[in-house]
T-cell receptor, first 107, second 116 residues
């Protein structure tokens, strides 16, 4: 069983819409979670991390963590074509990544 | 530039040859990770170091792969007797562990290996 599961998509949303990306994990040892964005042919770049249950907002991005249900999500408001990328999540205990969710934002 | 650097950026080799990649982490980071990524997949964990100690190695990692971080600074990843299935992007990342907490990882640009 994979430690981290993501809805692999692809996910397509129109420009200006909210994109919702989800990740479930099995390792309860992870106390914090990270979201990375990876453009095609590039390495992952950190966009957000969250340590506590609840929501964390940073600009157009909101990360949500629910430790009881073992899921973490990322919401992207006012999606832009430049947000089109693969989004990866990982827990800090083992830094295992899911397969990622490919997001396309259509103009 | 104080980010993670990797060399070379691209490597083409013939099957059966040995290759070595280098990673220079962010200077104050005590953890260093190696991943392998193929098209359409997330980064696959290979191994990680805390300072010079190799703390974990993936069970999926063949004995042909070895990694070192001799002085707790840069690291090398060697693949012996390369096979076509080794063709992938090899990513290095570094992070800080302190105060009982593991901080976020920062990735280098990767080394793309092509085995012909």
């Amino acid at each position: 069983q994979k430690e981290v599961e993501q809805n692999s998509g692809p996910l397509s949303v129109p420009e200006g819409a909210i994109a919702s990306l989800n990740c479930t994990y099995s390792d309860r040892g992870s106390q914090s979670f990270f979201w990375y964005r990876q453009y095609s042919g590039k390495s992952p770049e950190l966009i957000m991390f969250i340590y506590s249950n609840g929501d964390k907002e940073d600009g157009r991005f909101t990360a949500q963590l629910n430790k009881a249900s073992q899921y973490v999500s990322l919401l992207i408001r006012d999606s832009q074509p430049s947000d089109s990328a693969t989004y990866l999540c990982a827990g800090n205990n083992d830094m295992r990544f899911g397969a990622g969710t490919r997001l396309t934002v259509k103009p | 530039d104080t980010g993670v650097s990797q060399n070379p950026r691209h490597k083409i080799t013939k099957r059966g040859q040995n290759v070595t990649f280098r990673c220079d982490p962010i200077s104050e980071h005590n953890r260093l990770y190696w991943y392998r990524q193929t098209l359409g997949q997330g980064p696959e964990f290979l191994t990680y170091f805390q300072n010079e100690a190799q703390l974990e190695k993936s069970r999926l990692l063949s004995d042909r792969f070895s990694a070192e971080r001799p002085k707790g600074s840069f690291s090398t990843l060697e693949i012996q007797r390369t096979e076509q299935g080794d063709s992938a992007m090899y990513l290095c990342a570094s992070s800080l562990k302190g105060q009982g907490r593991v901080y976020e990882q920062y990735f280098g640009p990767g080394t793309r290996l092509t085995v012909t």
